[in-house]
C-alpha cells in the first residue's frame, strides 16, 4: 500500500506514550507495538491506490504535526461538557474524556444498577488487565484498516463497560468525548470496549464534541461484544469542530437471538469517515443500521457499513439519509456479505441523498456479496434535489420558496431522526435541523412507535 506521507510524528507520539507506560502490562505493550509496526508498515491510505479509500482523501490528516492531547478540565472545558451533557436525570452514567484520557470530576457514576461495570479503560486495566485481553482488539481489525493499527497502538485511556448476564440497563449509558486543543493541533485516539453477557438489555451512547474552531484529529475505535438474547441501542453523534478530522471504527459482533440497533449522526467535522462493521455469529441475530448525515460548506463525510452474515436465519435493515448543501462532498459504500452457510437471510440496505446545492456531490455504492441460494437480499440508492412539485404545493398555499424548501428538508432528514429513541440526542438534531432551516425550535416530527420496516 503506498504511502500518503511520512508517519514520522506519530510514531514519535508513540515513542513518548511507550516512555511514559514503561510498567504497564506486557501483553499490552505487545499489543500496541504489534499494531504500530503495522501502521508502519501500511502508512495512511492513499485514495489513488486503495479502492476502499479512493473517495476520501487523508493527505491533510497525515501532512498536519498532531502532537497527543492532555487532559484539561478548565472553564473552556466545562463550557462545552454542560452544553453535551444528558443531565443525571437522562442517564444511568455519564463518562467524560477530554482529549482521550477520562475526567472524573465532570461524570457521573451514581446510579448505576447491580451487575452493571463502568471503568475507564486505564482504570480496568489495573484491576483486571488478564480478563480484557481476551475481548480488547480482538474484534476491530489491524490489519484491514491502518487507523484501527494507529489507534491501537496508542491505547491509554477510553471506556470499558461490562454488564453481566440478565442485566437490564434502563437509562442510556453515555460517553462524552470532549477535544479541547491548545496553542497546536492535536490527536486522540478514544477506546471503548463494550461487552454484554446474555440476556442484556442497554442503550449506549457516544458524543464527539470539539472547541469551535479548533483543530484537531479524533481516531476512535469501538468495539462491541454482545452474548445471546441481548438487546442493544446504540447511538453515535458526532459534533466536531468544523475544523477537525474525524475518524472511527465500530465492530461489532452478534450472538444468537440478540437485536442490535444503531443510530449514527453526523453534523460535525471538516472530513470524517466511520467504518461500521456488524458481524451476525449467532443464528436469529438481528441487525438495523440507521444513519443520518448533515453538512454543509466544504465538509466531506464517508460512511462504510458492512452487515455480514455469518450464520443462518439472520435479518438486517439499513437505512442512511444524507442531506448535502453548498459545496459539500459525502460517500456511502454499504455491503450486505452473506456466507456460505448463511441461508434464509432477509437483508434490506437502502441509501437516500437529497442534494441542496449544484455543487454538493454524492457518491453512494450499496453492494450485495452472496454466496448462499436460499436469501432475500435487496438495496437501492437515491439521489438528487427537492422534488419541485412539493415545492409548489407549499406555495400554493402561501408558503414562501426558502421555508417550502426547510420543510422538506426537515421531514426527509426526520426519517431517520424520529426513529432514535434517545430523547436528548434526538432532540439536538432536531434542534440543529431547526437552528440551520429557520424553523422554529418547537417543531419537532417524532415516532416512537414501531416502524414498518418495509419503508426500507
Known sequence: MTQVADSTIHLSNYSLLEESAANGHAWLRELRRAAMERFKEVGFPNSKTNEEWRHTNVAPIAKIPFKLGQQRADSTTRAIQSNFTFGEHHTAAELVFVNGQFVQELSQLEKLPRGVTIQNLDQALSQDGEGIKAKLGRYADVEKNPFVALNTGFIRDGAYIQIARSVTVDQPIHLLFISQPGHEPTVSHPRVLFIAEDNVEATIVESYVGA???????????????????????????QESLDAYHIATMQVDLGAK????????????????????????GEHAYATLNGVVLIGGTQHCDNHTLLDHAVPNCPSHELYKHVLAGRATGVFRGKILVRKDAQKTDSKQNSKTLLLSDDANMNSQPALEIYADDVKCTHGSTIGPLDEEMIFYFRSRGISYQAARHLLTYAFAADVTRRIKVEPVRRRLEDYMARQHGLPQDLRITDLGAHDEAVL
Open 212 to 238: 469551535e474552531g479548533s483543530q484537531y484529529f479524533t481516531n476512535a475505535v469501538t468495539e462491541i461484544v454482545c452474548g445471546n438474547d441481548c438487546r442493544i441501542d446504540h447511538a453515535k453523534l458526532q
Open 258 to 281: 440478540t437485536t442490535f440497533v444503531s443510530h449514527a449522526a453526523t453534523i460535525g467535522a471538516k472530513l470524517s469517515r466511520n467504518d461500521l462493521n456488524c458481524t451476525m455469529a
